[in-house]
């Protein structure tokens, strides 16, 4: 029998790699309706985004497919970045947060991933019939006081009101504006062999907060909500290291979708230690109980930055200094094969692949 | 800071030790162990385990994934149910992605049928008792482990008179599907790696006959990487010096008698079925549990009209080789081409404790590694067979 097998292998892994880049090329949408798994930020996502919607609208910065788009308007220095974002999260209030809070921080922090000074916010507001007044009342002053700490104007907004039954309380959208200095260069393309992979702080606090909330699950613990601006923590970052490759906010599907989709784009591997991977007690402690990765669970106040190598103790030193940034670690580095992969070391000295979030472990946490 | 109960079951320095006293014993002899329970497959991937045992000792992964193994054809039933109006469908999240001959209970979902993902039975009722109006199904998968929380459930909407209550039960039990792949022609196991949840219900004696008639140690393993190596070094040892027996490594959890409070309650509400169709493994006798006659108003098999059609799987799809642990789950044709975790043919690929999803999500690296090394000419010939776990 082993004769075969080893025979078979590299045949094997011919058609499986064969199958990888035709997926990773263009991705199939097999499927006849939305399900929810569409709307994971997973692989069911990415196929719907990339072969129905991006096609559709397909010009040159939309293709970037970045948080933000990044473009020049008129002649001045720096650049525009602009971005939009809807929030449907259940419950709509949550230890450490609330979706209008969501909302005011979730944009801010796709500006600010981009490299843009965020400068203002529009709120779209979709309200169903029969809402408890006292709800929007919350929910709007949680965005005011979000907004306003984060120095960052409500400009322009719109409110809809839907039949009973059409929306699930109350939906947000909110789009915002920023600059971009035209010394900020941030692009998976500058990605190379031998840089640092750093996260911001513990992860996973966001996604499980809000899966805990819901009472479904009637599991304890003290987990809140890490929902945070993190502009001025780029900033710092940029500051200390001026050639960051590139910032993202590993939101749905973690951490391990995040940097899934940095190894896909830049063809590179992306090496991690599971150790050294900071995940608090509590959120570990659920994790293992639900069966879930931390670094699948969205996170709503942490960032991910590759940075060179040389300047990654300062890029480290900067984040710790920063209040949102004390939990601050490098997490691994940036190999050359397997390319497009991302591998994790495990805790017992085992490695493995980590791939992204496949299907959801709860839908709407943000 | 570490976590009690995880933590210490972890650390390197004991991996390393125990590691090395598995390489000691196995003294380059290959021995094949089968863990039957999905949790420790999903276990060994996870951590990355198969790294740290040589490449003389093979794990083979078993019947254990109660998702794995439920035939199409229930699936088919269970949408049948799900999409018969009135009714809410209620149940675990592993089942959603599940396909059945037309698609999955997500497909379902999307086109309108009313599927709720629960965690427990007893959510079930919660939504039986808030929606008076509706029928409430619960879709009951799993084995022993599992069992138990379903009976509780049943004997509480007794209790509470519940009329929009029932349970489409696929219950099913470890030993007859143990037995089957012992007696199964060209079997060449050395040993098991016994189940630590189902022991903690039906305890020790039942795996007795492994010993006694098949002369092959099983010991029951709990779920830490620490637990599963020191599983395999009692394995070895009972290879090597005898006598061949039933171990609890899982003291901690495990009683040698289990939970009788739990099996009386399993008793009291089921009864074994005279025969149920596994997946890959065919009909086996006496290998599931139905609803008593008595609570036959609690069963959705009685209360809506299902198929009840045998269904053979997708031609291709060679879940039921990879259950018995015939084929390891690459060398099934349409593993990681066709068939993924996101577009799964076969049910093995969409639990997190099916052995291809586990394979697929985790192992793909060990797996390119052999395989670079097999293209290389040198070390086809020095490495002799290789370790496919």
Known sequence: MSSRIESSLPVQLGRMERARVVRDGEPRL??????????????????????????????????????????????????????????????????????????????????????????????????????????????????????????????????????????????????????????VRLGVDTIQPGDAVLVSGYIGDHGMAVMLAREALELEANIESDSAPLHTLVAALLAAAPNTRTIKDPTRGGVATTLNEIASRARVAIAIEEESVPVRQAVRGACEILGLDPLHIANEGKLVAIVPRAESEAALAALRAHPLGRDAAVVGNVQVDPAGMVLLRTGVGGSRVLDMLVGDPLPRIC | MSMRFVDEYRERADMVHLS??????????????????????????????????????????????????????????????????????????????????????????????????????????????????????????????????????????????????????????????????????????????????????????????????????????????????????????????????????????????????????????????????????????????????????????LRFAVPNLRVTDPKACQCGEVLKGVIKPWQCKVFGAACTPETPIGSCMVSPEGACAAYYNYGRYSLMRQGDAMAAPVSIASRGPAVLT
């Open chain 2, 20 to 301: 090395a006293e598995i390489e000691r014993l196995s003294r380059g002899r290959r021995v094949k162990l089968m863990e039957v329970c999905g949790g420790h497959t999903h276990a060994i991937y996870k951590h990355g385990i198969q790294d740290l045992l040589p490449e003389n000792v093979e794990l083979v992964h078993g019947p254990g994934c109660p998702v794995c193994v439920i035939p199409m054809g229930r699936i088919d039933d269970a949408m049948a149910i799900a999409r018969t109006p009135g009714v809410i469908f209620a149940t675990y999240g592993d089942m959603m992605r599940v396909p059945s001959s037309h698609g999955s209970l997500l497909d379902a979902k999307a086109d309108g049928a009313d599927v709720r993902f629960i965690y427990s039975p007893l959510d079930a009722l919660t939504l039986a008792r808030n929606n008076p109006t509706k029928d409430v199904v619960f879709f009951a998968v799993g084995f022993e482990t599992t069992a138990p929380s379903t009976a509780a459930t049943l004997l509480r909407a007794r209790d509470e008179g519940l009329d929009n209550f029932s349970i489409f039960c696929n219950h099913v039990t470890i030993i007859p599907a143990i037995k089957a792949i012992l007696d199964s022609p060209g079997m060449q196991l050395d040993g098991f790696i016994g189940p630590g949840h189902v022991s903690t219900i039906i305890g020790l004696s039942p795996f007795e006959f492994i010993a006694r008639d098949f002369g092959l140690p099983i010991v029951i393993t709990g779920f830490e990487p620490a637990d599963i190596l020191q599983s395999v070094v009692m394995i070895l040892r009972q290879l090597t010096d005898g006598p061949v027996r039933v171990e609890n490594q899982y003291a901690r959890v495990v009683r040698p008698d289990g939970n009788r409070r739990a099996l009386e309650i399993l008793s009291e509400t089921m009864m074994l079925r005279a025969f149920f169709e596994w997946r890959g493994l065919g009909f086996i006798s006496q290998s599931a549990l139905a609803l008593r006659p008595e609570f036959a108003r609690f069963d959705a098999e």
């Open chain 1, 30 to 183: 097999r499927d006849t309706h939305i399900t929810l798994s569409h709307g994971s930020g997973g692989k069911s996502s990415h196929a719907l985004i990339e072969s129905l919607i991006l096609p559709a609208f397909r010009n040159p910065l939309l293709d970037g497919v970045a948080d933000a788009a990044v473009f020049h308007a008129g002649q001045g220095n720096g650049r525009i970045a602009m971005t939009t974002d809807s929030y449907v999260v259940s419950p709509l209030f949550f230890p450490g947060g609330d979706i209008g809070k969501l909302a005011v921080h979730g944009t801010i922090n796709d500006l600010a991933v981009a490299g843009a000074r965020p400068l203002a916010l529009s709120v779209g507001l979709i309200l169903e019939e029969g809402l408890d007044m006292e709800i929007l009342r919350r929910v709007i002053a949680s965005m005011a006081e979000a907004a306003s700490s984060a120095g960052v104007p409500v400009v322009t907004g719109d409110t809809k009101v839907v039949h009973r039954g059409k929306a699930d309380q109350l939906f947000v959208n909110t789009t915002g504006v920023g600059i971009v200095e035209d010394s």
